[in-house]
């Protein structure tokens, strides 16, 4: 095993004890180490020294703790002094209210301290924030033998029982060792460094851990988020190879017969973002290899026509073609869109729930075996043991993230060379998207029907509510339905927020003369379906629900969504949710109600605009992209270096070098591939195996 690995126990002052708890920062092993880089850094290149402060000056100082002591002030107040020195002098710094900085801060410690200066029985600083450099001689430390001044002081993630000085010093003492081991563990060539302008890796190491100034550490963080993202990329290329190679796909003939007429005979024309998405579909219909390609596409943006036209491709090539969706009742409406669809040019569509009779069921099944059912829409009752397809040409899947790996698994693999379409209503940035689904080939729907009137957008505050929910009765009254959605299901303790089940009493009372209905992730799957259907029904006039409706069933009467504590949710979930209105001839409208004295950014940015993948970007940019990814994706790690927004010109890179490194060599077998495919198992292992499943 190289050295690199070893457990850090062995590093030099290490030992068993601290290689405890450095265990529970996920530091295991040399190498770990050498990647536990800082959080931020401490610039101690511009301090000022002591004998020029002046009162009124606003400073940054480094100095040795000579004496500490609490004083009691005026009025009982106790303030914490202590007294600094450098090579030019000594100042008194104050802390008033902190007398307990007693305990933590002691004599012969090296601080930099940041604070205002003023006059009070001479200069006097009262610091806004401190850091501890060196514990000193003083606390049985080693003190620093390098000047304090003109240097950039590395903070290191830490954890009880080992502060981020003593992993500092552990670090300094290792790092030339560590920085020599690395050096042949770089897997990018000049050439290709020189196209992003980023360092080699030995450098980017040494300059995080120890730069000369702040300005240096910027390109070393680039280069280790490159390398995140390549190897992320790297990972879903050869998933994507595998998938396309292990079995011969079904290569579509360009008959056409009924896929151009249905298209010629639709009452609208597709837009030009639907024409490129089928262009880019068909294409990889037509080829010998298995299709994996994601459609997605903002709500009412048209994927379903797509989608159908994908599916009488496989039938007009004497295939059958399946669509499954997450509900029975999304599985029901795309049984009622397809059906009205695909009427004029002859092919009925086969619909299998898990609320069908024994006898509808078996007969569906028959249907299925024999081939005579072509068109095929359903749930998760598609992968049960007894479902038998005669020929599956294309499998298309909705709202993939809502299935499990496993159950996308079963339904790709019901016939070995089945083409697949993922559809997604959910707009991602592009830097997401081939992060998440790198491994799919992308066709993306940025291109609105026309004629779409855009939903009605407000951003209101409680005093508004009132008259909000006069807009909404004149609505219900007009024979309309609508929404009101809350972030909780029951009162919390915790949050201050408007709960579902205790404001659907309430509601009842207030819109007395209506039915109200409660919908919740707690009601059993039978409960939810049976509310919904009343409200598609047209029985429920107004509904009180949880985010469980965030991608739900189609309601052309349903005008009016207002949402609580909106503050509470994500922009992309806002926009699902305000998706759910202004689905027919009637005009849409929403209010995201706040809770705070001003709306956040993030709702008004909500109110702009109704473009979704522009909405998509803004919270990527406003939340981070650990808050867009929800739950973690099937083995991907959090991105310790990369910024999916900062760095989108590196994850560009990657996806191209990385589709192109495994087109021309698939197994990493070429010797000056060998690094990528070391890496790679160190880096994943084995979850590599997930990814095939997308």
Known sequence: MPSIYRPVQFLKTVGPRRAERFARLGVLTALDLLYHVPR??????????ISSLEPGDEATIIGRVVSTGVIRARRGLRVFHAVLRDATGQIECAWPGRPWLERTVRKGQ???????????????????????????????????????????????????????????????????????????????????????????????????HDPAALEDVEPARRRLAYEELFYLQLLHARARHRQKTDAVGISHSGERRLSEPFLRGLPFRLTGAQERAWREIEADMERDVRMYRLLQGDVASGKTVIAATAMLKAIENDRQAVLMAPTELLAEQHFRTLTGLMEAVGVEPEILTGSLSVRERQRALERLASGEARAIVGTHALIQADVRFAAPGVVVIDEQHRFGVEQRRLLREAGERTDTLVMSATPIPRSLALTLYGDLDLSVLDEMPPGRTPVTTGVRGPESREAAFQFLESQLREGRQGYIVYPLIDESEVLDLRAATEMHERLSERFAGFEVGLLHGRLSGAEREDVMRRYLAGEI?????????????????????????????????????????????????????????EPPERLEAFARTTDGFELARADLRLRGQGNLFGERQHGVPEFRFAELERDSDLLEHAWRKARKLVASDPKLERPEHRQFARDLVERYGRSEALYEVG
Not at 40 to 49: I, N, Q, S
Not at 129 to 158: K, M, N, Q, W
Not at 553 to 571: H, K, Q, S
């Open 40 to 49: 931020r850094y401490e610039d101690a290149t511009t301090v000022a020294r």
């Open 110 to 208: 090296l601080l930099l301290v940041t604070g205002p200066v003023r006059f009070y029985h001479g200069r006097q600083m009262q610091p806004r924030e401190h850091t501890l450099l060196e514990e000193g001689d003083e606390a049985g430390e080693p003190a620093d033998s390098e000047p304090a001044a003109g240097r950039v002081f590395p903070i290191y993630p830490a954890t009880e029982g080992l502060s981020h000085r003593q992993i500092r010093a552990i670090i300094r003492v290792n790092l030339p060792t560590l920085l020599r081991e690395v050096e042949s563990r770089e897997p990018f060539d000049p050439g290709w460094r020189s196209e992003l302008s980023i360092p080699p890796l030995r450098k980017a190491l040494e300059t995080l």
């Open 541 to 597: 006039q107004l509904l009180v629900s949880t985010t469980v409706i965030e991608v739900g069933i189609d309601v052309p009467n349903a005008t009016v969504m207002y949402i609580e504590d909106a503050e509470r949710f994500g922009l992309a979930q806002l926009h699902q949710l305000r998706g759910r209105v202004g689905r027919g001839t009637y005009q849409g409208y929403c209010a995201a109600f706040y809770s705070g004295k």
